[in-house]
T-cell receptor, first 115, second 110 residues
Framework: DTEVTQTPKHLVMGMTNKKSLKCEQH?????MYWYKQKAKKPPELMFV???????INESVPSRFSPECPNSSLLNLHLHALQPEDSALYLC??????????????FGPGTRLTVL | SQQGEEDPQALSIQEGENATMNCSYK?????LQWYRQNSGRGLVHLIL?????REKHSGRLRVTLDTSKKSSSLLITASRAADTASYFC??????????FGTGTSLTVIP
């Protein structure tokens, strides 16, 4: 199995809702990542988990809360989001634990709309 | 903040022609990667070139790296309609920083 899966594909939520994005990989990869991508812009790194521990948080607002329950799963909990948080949220993984110099495998993304 | 800027922003060519896109970056890097993204989908890794390498090939792809000019180019030969996508360079350097460039949108007309 060489793919990263993400659920849901689409999510519409109000500013008072709490929702979660889910990401799964079964490649035995040691690092997992969350990215945010606005339309016609490059992906921006949000969080990096290495060996199930949060190793990088790129100054992301606390309304985004990542969680890594085990080596195959990565969640992103969302609470009190703003309309400007609407974007494509991408999950990725890599075999090596370091961000640098390693091929990342991306999931198809979750398209999030905040009303 | 973005490390890389890509040029051109958009490129439209006929099937069978070659496509060249460029990436310029600001600070020293250890590695540079190229990724492809089909519209609204996840990214697919194409090739990685290390700072001590000057050129790399993979199928119809050729990547060059000029660290003195802080730039890289991606050449796709004999383009196909299926190559239509956005192409991003990505760099990593000291301090575990990792940035995608601004991207080039390629359209290959059948």
């Amino acid at each position: 199995d060489t793919e990263v899966t993400q659920t849901p594909k689409h999510l519409v939520m109000g500013m008072t809702n709490k929702k979660s994005l889910k990401c799964e990989q079964h490649m035995g990869h040691r690092a997992m990542y969350w990215y945010k991508q606005k339309a016609k812009k490059p992906p921006e790194l949000m969080f990096v988990y290495s060996y199930e521990k949060l190793s990088i948080n790129e100054s992301v607002p606390s309304r985004f809360s990542p969680e890594c329950p085990n080596s195959s799963l990565l969640n992103l909990h969302l609470h009190a989001l703003q309309p400007e948080d609407s974007a494509l949220y991408l999950c990725a993984s890599s075999q090596a634990s370091r961000l640098a110099g390693n091929e990342q495998f991306f999931g198809p993304g979750t398209r999030l709309t905040v009303l | 903040s973005q490390q890389g800027e890509e040029d051109p922003q958009a490129l439209s060519i006929q099937e069978g022609e070659n496509a060249t896109m460029n990436c310029s970056y600001k600070t020293s890097i250890n590695n540079l990667q190229w990724y492809r993204q089909n519209s609204g989908r996840g990214l697919v890794h194409l090739i990685l070139i290390r700072s001590n390498e000057r050129e790399k090939h993979s199928g119809r792809l050729r990547v060059t790296l000029d660290t003195s000019k802080k730039s890289s180019s991606l050449l796709i030969t004999a383009s196909r309609a299926a190559d239509t996508a956005s192409y991003f360079c990505a760099t990593d350097g000291t301090g575990n920083q990792f940035y995608f460039g601004t991207g080039t949108s390629l359209t290959v007309i059948p």
